[in-house]
Nanobody
Framework: QVQLVESGGGLVQAGGSLRLSCAAS????????MAWFRQGTGKEREIVAT????????YWIDSVKGRFTISRDNAKNTVYLQMNRLKPEDTAVYYC??????????????WGQGTQVTVSS
């Protein structure tokens, strides 16, 4: 069993930065591929970025490429999402997820509770 707790969300002006953290307990995140998802109001949840157990990263939304960076610190059992040059369209609840391959990201093993990010124009 893995518990994921996100933090670092908040209200920021367009052009600003936030760093989200996802702290895991129960088992080490090193055993899992990790991801950040987001869900805007009235929208479907979408995958933002993933990082596999080897540290290989993938960004699934074109608009975040070059602005967002996913990283992991296995010693701290934490995954991060650094978000720079934020835009109002980045406003969403951001969720952390953990997955043990070859399970699909459409149904990951574990979810966090989410953290709200609001970007004002």
């Amino acid at each position: 069993q893995v518990q994921l707790v996100e933090s670092g969300g908040g209200l920021v002006q367009a052009g600003g930065s936030l760093r989200l953290s996802c702290a895991a307990s129960g088992r080490t995140v090193g055993s899992y591929a990790m991801a950040w998802f987001r869900q805007g109001t009235g929208k479907e949840r979408e995958i933002v970025a993933t990082i596999n157990r080897s540290g290989f990263t993938t960004y699934w939304i074109d608009s975040v490429k070059g602005r967002f960076t996913i990283s992991r610190d296995n010693a701290k059992n934490t995954v991060y999402l650094q978000m720079n040059r934020l835009k109002p369209e980045d406003t969403a609840v951001y969720y952390c997820a953990a997955n043990q391959p070859p399970r699909s990201w459409s149904n990951p093993n574990y979810w966090g509770q989410g953290t709200q990010v609001t970007v004002s124009s």
